[in-house]
C-alpha cells in the first residue's frame, strides 16, 4: 500500500542463519543428553527459545501490553456500557467530563466507546490479513522453492504480477464495484502481502534444500510433500512468522491509511483509520486533542507492541543474534 | 545473490534513484510558462490575493454545463449579463438595464459601456453571437435549454436557421429578445443560468463544432473577456493565476488574484499562517476562524438548500404519507446544531423565494413516534429497506446521512448505506438504484419560475432535474398559470398555493438552508459578500478595499 | 546465456500483456463513467447530442475488445492517449506530474537512507548503550505512525501554529524562486524521509552488528585494524541487503506516497492517479498502471541478468 512493506529484506541471509541455528540447536540439545550432567530434562529447541523470547524485556512488555489491548477489546465494551452509535446531537464535540471519558463526537458519539469498537476493527483486520497473506505466502514460497523449474518461474512471475498492479487503484476500483467492507479490506490487504512471504518463504527453502539433511532425505527416497512438511516448513514457519509479525503492523497501517482516504472501513463502524479523519479539520487538530490522540497513539502503541514481539520472536529463535 | 552482486546492483540503484530526484529538483513547469518566475516585491503584498479554488476546473468551458471548479475560473475572465445575488436581488453586469414588456413576451436589455479586456469594443453584436452561439446545434452546449422559450429557438437548434429570430439587435447598446409566448420569469433563468458574453470577433473563429472543449479556455491570453481579470497563467490540478483586467467597469483595486487548488481543510489552516486571503469556511470551524488574529467573516444564506431526493419511482416512496413520515423522523434541528453548527435555517420547502408565504406551511417537527405513525398508514413495510446512497467526498453531507440512518433506524425502519462513486452517479439515477440521496445547490430565491425544472412533472429525471420523479399536476398548472400572470399580488397567490400543496406531498426531503461563511485576511478592509461558492464571492471583487 | 536472456525476455513481454488486460477489465469494470463528470445530473435531459459526441470521441461506443485491441496498438508504440478529463496528451500530463513525485520521493529515499546509514552506525558502535535504546526505541515509534498522521500533526505545529513553513503544494503562487521552493519541499521531503529512515535503521544496525561479528571482521581486528577501518569493511558489506530494499521501492516511486500527496496537495502522479480514477479517465489510469508494470518488470529482469552474470554460482532455470 501507500506504506511500504519491508518485511521482505531479511531475505536469504537470516534464512540461512535460522537454518544454522536450527542445527546447532539440535546438537546443543543431543549434547547436554550424552554428557548425562543435567539434572532437569534437556530442554527442546522450542523451550529454549521461548525462555530467551521472554528474557527479552521489549517483547515481555509487549505481550503484557497487547494482552491489555486484548482484554480492553473484548471485556471493555461491557465495563463501559456506552453503545458506541449512540448519537446525541446535543453534545457535539465535548471535551472529556460528563460521564464521557474521551469526550464526545461531531454527533454526540462516546469516543472512548468508538476507540474499543475501533481497537477490534483495526486488530481483526490486522491479523486476518496478516495471516491470510502469511498462508497464502507460505505455501506459494515453499512449493516454489521445493519444486524449482518452470514451476518457481511461474509462480514467481504472478508474484511479479501482483507486486506490478498498482494496488491503490485495485482498492478503489474493487470498492466502487462490490462496495466497501471489511471482509474486501482484508482480501486486498492480504492480496498485496503475500508476495513478500512468498519470496521469504522461498528463499528459506532455497538455502534449506541444499543442507545435507534434506539432501540425504531426498536421496532415502522421501517424496516431495512430506520433505516439504516435515524438513522444509518447519524451517520456514519461524522465518516467516518473525516477518508476519511486521506484516500485522503493515496491515493495522495499511488499513489507517485507507480509512483515512474513505476507502476502508465504512461509518457507522468505527476504525482508528476513519477516527483521524476528523484531525484534518484545523479546528479539531488544534482545539479537540480527545478526538485524535487517542486513535493515533493507539495505532502507534499497538504496532510497536507488535514489532517488539516479532524481534523477540526473531531472537529467541537464533541464539547467534547479535542483539 | 551473492553479496557482491547485491551491492553492484544496490549501489547502481541508489545512484539511479539521486539522478533522478536531482535532475527533478529543477523548478516545476512554472505556471507562467517562462523557465523561473520572479518574486512578488518583496514586502507589499496588497498587490496580489490568494483564494481558495474550491474544486479542480477540467477544461474550463462555459458552453459546457458549469462545475464549481470550472465556474471559478471563468468568473474572473468572463462576466454575465445579470447576477442574482444571495438574497435574490438582480446585480446589473454587462446588462446595466433590462426592462419585461407589460405583455412578458419581449426583455429589452440594455448594454453597459465598457471595453473588452484587449480594448476592442463591447456591443449588441457580442451578445446576439453569444445566445447564437449556445444554441448552435454543432457545439451541442447543455445549457442550451434555458433559451428554449425565446423565438427562433427550435429552427436554429433543428438547423432550418442559423440565428434565433427572436434576438434581435435594435442599436449597438440595445438587445431585444422576443419570447414565443408571454413568461414572467423567464428572466430570472436567463440571468441565473451560466451564460457568459463571448467576443464575436474572437470565438466567432472558432469552430463551432470543437469550440465547447476547446483548449483556448484555459490557455493565457486567448480568451477576451468582459471580466475583472485576464488569465496570466493555469496549472492543472494546482492554481490559476489571473491580473486585472483595466478596461473593467469598475477595475479592480489590486494587480493579481490567485486562486489555488486545495482542501478546504488546508485552506482555512493556511487563514492562520497568512497563506490564504480569502475562504470559505466549514460551519465546524466558524469559531476557530473568528478566533484566528487579524481575520474577519462575512457570511451569508445560500440562495439554494440541501435535501435529499427521494426516489418516487419506487412504488413503496409514491405514498404521500410515507414521506411525511421520514421526514418527520429525522432530527434536523439536532442535524442544524450539531453538523450545521447552528448555521442553517429549517426548510420545508422547495420554495426558497420570498414570493412564496410560507406561513402556514407544516413545519414536520421531529417526532419518532408521530413519524412510526405516519408510516404505518401510508402502508409502509418495515420488512422493506430504505437504501441510502452516499457520494464519497463530502463529511458534512456524510454526517448528516449517519443521523439520518439512526433516526431511521431507531424507529424500525431498514435503513442503510450504500456508497457510490462520483462517475456512477448519473447511471445510479438514470437507472433509479437508490431510495434517498443527499445534494445541495441551485439558485431558487429570486424567483420560484427557477423551481419549474425541479418539480414538474413534464421535467421528471432523466429528461429534467425532477430527480425524485415528484409529480402533482395539480402543482405543475398551478406553475403554469403563474408564469402567464402578469399581476404580481395574484402570481405570488397563485405561488403560495403551489408551494402548500408541494409543502404537504414532501417532494423532497428538506435538511436545512445553510450559511455560508467567509472568511478574509487583514489584506481586504472590507467589500465582499458572498453567495453559494468561492465564485460568488468573486461577483463583488471590483468593491473589494485592500490595504 | 542467450537463451536464457531471450526466454525471460519472452516472459517478461508476457506477464506485461497478462498485466495490460488486468487492468483494462478491471478499469472499465468501475461502475459509471468519465461521462458523468462532464455533465451534472441536473443537465442530463439537456445533454443528449454532448454525450453522444463525446460517446464516440472516447471511444466507449466500441465493444470493449475493440477498445482494448485500439488501446494497446496505440501504447505498444508508445502513444499514451489523450485524457478525457482535460482533452490533453496523457504524457504531457505525466510529464508534468513526475518531476514533483520523483523530486518528493527521491530525496525523501536518499535522505531517509543516508540518514539511517549513520544512525545505524551509531548504534552499532555504541551497541547496548542509551544511545542505541534510545535511537532504536524513537525509530520504533516512527516507524509504527501513520505516515499521514505525522504530516498532518507536523503540519498543524509548524505551519498553522508557527508560521514557520508553508503548508501545502510545491511554491507559493507570485512566488517561485529556489527558496520558495526549498520551503515547500521542507515538510514533506521531511516526512518522508523520517518515515523511511526509521525502517531502514534497524537494517542498517542489524546488518553491521552481524557483519561485525563475522569471521573475517574478527580476523581484520586480529591482525590489527582499528575499530574504525572494521566497521568501514562491514559498512561495505552490510549495503547489499539495505540496497536490495531501496531497488524494490523504485517503482514505488513512480505512484508516489498518494497519501501524502493528499496531504500536502502535492501536484504529484499520485494526485493524478487518485483524480483519474474518481474521474474514470482511462488514458490516464492505464498509462500508469503499465508504466508502474514495467518498471517493475524490467528492473526483476535486469535483476535477475545482472546476478546471472556477476555470481557463476547461481544456477540458471
Redesign the interface.
Known sequence: M???A?S??D???SAA?AARAEVSADSTAERSTAAGETMRTPSSPSQLALRRFWSNLGARVSVVALALIILAVVVGPYILGIDP?A?N??A??QPPGNGHVLGTD???RDVLARLLSGVRVSILVGLAAAASALALGTVIGVVAGSA???V??ALM?VT??F????S???V??C???L??SIALLVGLIAAFAWPTSARIARSVVLSVRELDFVKAATAAGTRRPTIMRRHLLPAVIPQVTVSGALLV?TAI?SE??LS???LGV???QASWGNM??S?????V???MPWLWLPP?LA??????SV??IGDGMRDALDPKA?? | MTRGTRTVTGALSVAVAGVLALAACSPPPAADGSGSATATGGGSTTNALTIWLQQKPDTGSPLLGGTAGNGQIITPVLDQLVNIAADGTLEPRTAAKWELSSDAKTLTLTLADQKWSDGKPFTADDVLFTLNLYVNPAVKSPIATVLKPIAGYEEVQSGAAKEMSGVKKVDDKTVQISLKTPDVGFMYTLFGATIYILQKDTIGKEDPATVASSPIWVTPGKVPGLGPFTLTAYSAGQRAEFTRNPNFRKPVKFEKLNEVLVTQDVATQQMSSGEMDLTLVAATDVKTVEGMQGVKTVSNEVPGFDRYTINQRKAYLKNPKVRQGILTAIDRAGIISSIYAGAAKPINTSFTSPKVTRDGFNAYAYDPTKAKQLLTEGGWDFNQEFVIREVNNNAQRAAVDQVVLKNLQDIGVKATIKPVDQAQLTDMLTKGDYDALLYGGGIYVADPETNIPMITCANAYPKGANLPNYCNPQVDSLLAQASTTIDEAKRNQILTEAGKLENADVSHLWIAQPTRVYAYSPKITGGIRGGDGMAAALMSVQDWTVK | MLRYVVTRFITMLLVLFVVSAALFSLSHAAPGGPLASLVPPDMVGDSGPLIEAKTKEFGLDQPLPVQYLRWVSHIAVGDLGTSFQFNRSVASLMLERIAPTLELMGLGLVIGTLLALFLGVVQASRKGSVVDYGIGTVSLVLMSTPAFFLGMVAIYILSARFGLLPSSQMSSPGDGSTTDLLRHLVLPVSVLAIVHCAVMTRYVRVGLLEELSSDYVRTALAQGATRRQARRKGLRNTLGPLVTVVMISVPALLGGAVVLEAVFSWPGMGSLVLAAIEFRDYPIILAFGMIVALLVVLSNFAADILVSVLDPRVRLQ
Open positions: 501507500s506504506e511500504p519491508f521482505g529484506a531475505s536469504a541471509d542463519r452509535d448519537q446531537l446535543t457535539s464535540r461531531l454527533l454526540g524449482g523449474g518452470r518457481d518461474s512471475r511479479d504480477i507486486m506490478a498492479v498498482p491503490l487503484l485495485v478503489i476500483v470498492g466502487g464495484i462496495g466497501p503492523a497501517l489507517a491509511a483515512f482516504l474513505g465504512v461509518p457507522p483521524l479523519q484531525a484534518q479539520s484545523f479546528t487538530i488544534s482545539s493515533g495505532i502507534i502503541l499497538t504496532s510497536v514489532i517488539f547479535s542483539r
